[in-house]
Nanobody, 114 residues
């Protein structure tokens, strides 16, 4: 079973940037679409960015134009570049497949101050 570990979160002021990292302990097959999810307090987990094995990307409207998802299949890594951050981006961020989820990792906290 693949284990996922997210990192790169932190505290940043509005307008700032962060880069998140997702490391998989096993092979993320090219056929696995991967995504970044987030969960804010009191809200359901939502998918904010997804990428196919060959690099096609889709973003939630709330992050479109500000977030960029990429992946490195050789390194079993998925990344999320977050620019122009807003307070409403504050959440715990997770990576996982877009279907047939692996076990969820611990996530990484992103806090954006006004």
């Amino acid at each position: 079973q693949v284990q996922l570990k997210e990192s790169g979160g932190g505290l940043v002021q509005a307008g700032g940037s962060l880069r998140l990292f997702c490391a998989a302990s096993g092979s993320i097959f090219v056929s696995n679409g991967m995504g970044w999810y987030r969960q804010a307090p009191g809200k359901q987990r939502e998918l904010v960015a997804r990428i196919t094995g060959v690099g096609f990307t889709i973003y939630a409207d709330s992050v479109k134009g500000r977030f960029t998802i990429t992946r490195d299949n050789a390194k079993n890594m998925v990344y999320l570049q977050m620019d122009s951050l807003k307070p409403e981006d504050t959440a715990v961020y997770y990576c996982n497949t877009v279907s047939n989820w692996f076990d969820w990792g611990q996530g990484t906290q992103v806090t954006v101050s006004a």
